[in-house]
């Protein structure tokens, strides 16, 4: 009979050695072919870069930058109430403007004047009058030609400023004459009310004016060219206005977008900055004493080999039209830490060839290099890669063309090292072989000399040159001895396992109560910089003008019979029970079909039947006038007709999120078709999905990491470790996120889908060198893994954190953002690979220890057996 494996041999083969040998002795293959040739795997990746890299000429037109087109869901809801609304309810800026009838929000300057003394009103002099002089600087002859006009004149600013000019009181709000739809609403013109014991206003610390321009027609692109004239020349005239009561504050239609357009470009110059950092980084770690066998060749190399991965994945994704957008500003900083990682895996692995390689040529060395770092590098980018792809499946443009520019980036990362770097590699050790100075690549010679000069070109006072490849074999880094030595068998003591589980769960307890604390959405004023002007706008509309939400449409969207009492009925019904919601104020309501309701039970006109209903209809127009706007009426039908309920104390995105979803799900309740919208529901639609997006892209993501780490890590124990440390880092970034004052929107969900990938690459590193581990004892196998892979690991992180620490320094919400976030990720991902994995990964070898003492006393006892019955 033949030779019987045993049960773990048996396991073993069909585990995961199927993909993994093949894989290995590819590697190796390849590891030799790259030092046999060297040259070719040098200039095909140059000149692969450079022809790539021309598709950078595409760049200024897939430049887009619209904030609603990439940080608001595709497909959002919002979206196609925006065109129901423009084809039933059509705009005529011209001669029937109404800026609460507006589909979109409009071309407009805003400004904020508020008193500079506490104590102080804008409706009273002299704050007053300088309010009147900042309305007449406005309103220069440009903008009476320009501005939306209601009736053949422009509409005012502010429904006050008659008001004002006559200093005549002001009523208390929000109608002034009380007619419905035949006043202006106060709440938003108005802040800091103080108002006596009859509601009549006393005091108020602030006035917003806005100025209407005209889109119809041709007047789109002229009122664009007068507010950019605005925005270049205010603050002049600002100061010409030498205003002493008031303090101002203004915005356009045009701000916002400009702004977060501009963003793109103040990181530029920390490019240089990043690079500098990381090429210093990268040179001290790999630094040594000897001009020979220094390998600063090596380290800038390394770097350079990032630089030509973002320059071909950007050039190829440019070239296939893929939209460069401001979110993608950040790959470089991300792309050019994890190249140095891979790097220093790959100078690690080679200096430890020398010790492992059968011979000592370049051939064998490559080969085992490959051997060693090649697959485990692999694994790393496939999960990053995966990850990335993954995370195109969003509903936001924005985190779609991030994850394309960076995981095409990552798969030129992999392919630059195992080739570019791996043929420096080569080159260099040939250059050592060769006795030749690093800088001049002139052989040393050594002979009777100084020791000062032996010193500098051999690492040693003696006149004697060491061999060189025993020089190299002997010359390991103090750091990898350091783990060895000292860290490995320190985080291995029973004690200290003790205190690691015990951080362990201080840092899950502290992570999930942060999840449960976490904010939703994105702040539109986190897209400009921190010294914009609109920031300050923004404090002064939430300090003064908070009160009062949007003022929501309510649209009924079928042809329905008016006329039937019971159908206004059911319309009257659902119409309280939107009231009802919280974020509702009933006393501001303006609904057409109530008022006509009113003037037909005082008696005036019939409306109980489709002809008189129809036909009455100009009765209503004639006292509002307004509200013919509210009706599409075509021919005998009504299609659609619309009214108005006022939110108020919607003041975070908690209370968007919660009126969005309870205005809508009561909107559905109603027998009668309806419809809710606003212009700024464009933007809170993304809290309906940026949650849902989130969690399926990490499980998703974490579903495929599994899959990945049991085809290539030789365990499938092992690979449930790289999960748990894939979940545990994700619970602990989004948790830790909430305390840093960082909310849930599409930049942080971005970095969200990085975690998943880094989690992956610190653990499996770790693990794979644990598994793969010839030692006896789990204890030794983790100081193992920590002597072969621990300062890898803790050079990639610092790289990692190098290439991104000047965004700190950003006056992006966007860039600082995404510089906490994966200060987050490399901390927890390395606080991981270096401390929690090893330290469970010894209680899984205690547990495979265990297993497999068992099953060696149950073949025993099963042999026995077979003779007893022998």
């Known amino acids: 009979m033949g030779q019987q494996r045993s049960p773990r041999e048996r396991c073993s083969c069909s585990n995961t050695n199927c993909v993994e040998r093949p894989l290995t002795r590819l590697f190796e293959a390849l590891g030799r072919v790259v030092a046999a040739c060297p040259w070719p795997f040098v200039l095909v990746p140059l000149l692969l870069s450079a022809g790539l890299g021309a598709g950078f000429v595409f760049l200024p037109g897939l430049q887009t930058n619209d904030i609603e087109g990439q940080f608001t869901p595709t497909g959002g809801p919002a979206k196609a109430e925006r065109d129901f609304v423009r084809r039933f309810f059509p705009t005529d800026d011209s001669e029937r403007f109404s800026a609460e009838r507006l589909p979109t929000e409009g071309a407009y300057a805003a400004l904020i004047a508020a008193t500079k003394r506490d104590d102080a009103s804008v409706l009273d002099s002299p704050a007053r009058d300088e309010v009147l002089r900042l309305d007449g600087a406005v309103r220069d002859a440009d903008y009476e030609r320009l501005c939306a006009r209601s009736d053949g004149v422009c509409v005012v600013a502010n429904p006050l400023l008659p008001l004002l000019a006559n200093g005549s009181a002001v009523p208390g709000p929000p109608f002034p004459g009380g007619g419905a739809g ?220 991030f994850c394309l520019y960076t995981g095409t980036a990552f798969v030129f990362c992999y392919v630059y090292v195992i080739t570019f770097f791996g043929a420096v590699i080569a080159l260099n050790h040939k250059r050592v072989k060769g006795n030749r100075h690093w800088i001049t690549c002139m052989q040393v010679k050594v002979g009777k000399k100084s020791c000062l000069y032996n010193a500098c070109c051999i690492g040693s006072c003696a006149s004697e040159s060491p061999e060189p490849d025993t020089s190299e074999a002997e010359s390991e880094h103090p750091m990898s001895v350091f783990f060895q030595k000292y860290y490995g068998p320190f985080l291995t003591g029973s004690w200290i396992k003790l205190l690691v589980v015990l951080l362990y769960g201080a840092y899950l307890g502290g992570s999930i109560y942060g999840c449960t604390q976490m904010r939703e959405g994105i702040d539109l004023r986190n897209l400009a910089s921190d010294d914009s002007y609109v920031i300050a706008y923004y404090d002064d509309d939430d300090r003064y003008f908070s009160e009062y939400g949007p003022r929501v449409m309510v649209v009924v969207t079928g042809s329905v019979q008016y006329w039937n009492e019971s159908v206004r009925n059911d319309i009257e019904a659902c119409t309280r029970d939107l009231e009802n919601i919280a974020y509702v104020d009933k006393n501001f309501s303006l609904s057409w079909l109530r008022v006509y309701t009113g003037i037909a039970g005082s008696g005036l006109i019939n409306i109980n039947n489709k002809d008189n209903f129809i036909n009455n209809l100009s009765v209503l127009f004639q006292y509002y006038p307004s509200f013919k706007w509210d009706i599409n009426k075509t021919g005998d039908e009504i299609a659609a007709s619309r009214f108005f309920l006022q939110t108020v104390n919607v003041t975070s995105a908690v209370d968007e999120k919660n009126l969005l979803n309870q205005l809508r799900d009561r909107a559905k309740q109603c027998v009668v078709p309806l419809m809710v919208y606003h212009p700024a529901f464009i933007y809170y639609d993304q809290y309906l999905v940026i949650v849902q997006n989130t969690i399926q892209n990490v499980v998703v993501a974490a579903g495929a990491m599994l899959v990945v780490s049991l085809l290539l890590i030789p365990s499938p124990l092992c690979c449930l470790w790289v999960t748990f440390a894939i979940a545990s880092v994700i619970v602990g970034v989004a948790g830790f996120m909430t305390f840093w004052d960082i909310s849930l929107d599409s930049i942080s969900m971005i970095n969200l889908v990085i975690c998943i990938g880094f989690s992956v690459d610190f653990s499996a590193h770790i693990s794979y060198a644990f598994v793969t581990s010839g030692e006896s004892s789990a204890n030794e196998k983790a100081i193992g893994a920590l002597h072969q892979l621990g300062y890898p690991v803790l050079q990639g992180a610092v790289s990692t954190v190098l290439g991104v620490v000047v965004l700190a320094a950003a006056k992006t919400y966007i860039f600082r953002t995404f510089f906490k976030i994966m200060f987050l990720v490399i901390l927890f991902g390395a606080l991981h690979g270096l401390v929690f994995i090893p330290v469970f990964l010894t209680f899984f070898g205690y547990f495979r220890k265990s297993l497999h003492i068992t099953e060696t006393k149950m073949l025993d006892l099963s042999s026995r057996n077979d003779k007893g019955h022998s």
């Open 182 to 401: 035949g006043g202006a609403f106060l709440g938003t013109a108005l802040g800091g009310v103080r108002t006596d014991g009859s509601g009549r206003v006393e005091a108020a610390r602030a006035v917003k004016l806005t100025y209407y321009l005209r889109e119809d027609g041709g007047a789109a692109g002229e009122s664009r060219a007068w507010l950019e004239a605005f925005l270049r020349n205010f603050s002049a005239e600002l100061r010409e206005l030498r205003l002493e009561a008031v303090e101002v504050t203004y915005f356009t239609s045009l701000s916002r977008q400009e702004e977060f357009e501009g963003n793109t470009k103040s990181v530029i110059p920390l490019f240089s900055v990043t690079y500098f950092l990381t090429i210093t980084f990268s040179v001290v770690s790999c630094l040594r004493l000897s001009c020979v066998r220094n390998n600063v060749w090596l380290a800038c190399c390394g770097v350079l080999s990032s630089g030509l991965a973002v320059l071909s994945s950007f050039g190829l994704m440019l070239y296939c039209g893929v939209p460069f957008v401001a979110t993608v500003a950040n790959a470089p900083f991300l792309i050019l830490g994890v190249g140095v990682d891979d790097m220093f895996i790959m100078i690690a692995s080679w200096e430890q060839s020398s010790r492992k390689a059968e011979k000592s040529d370049t051939k064998s060395r490559l080969a085992e290099t490959y051997r060693e770092a090649a697959l485990s590098v692999t694994i790393t980018t496939l999960t990053d890669v995966l990850a990335f792809f993954i995370g195109t499946w969003t509903a936001f443009p924005s985190v779609r063309s």
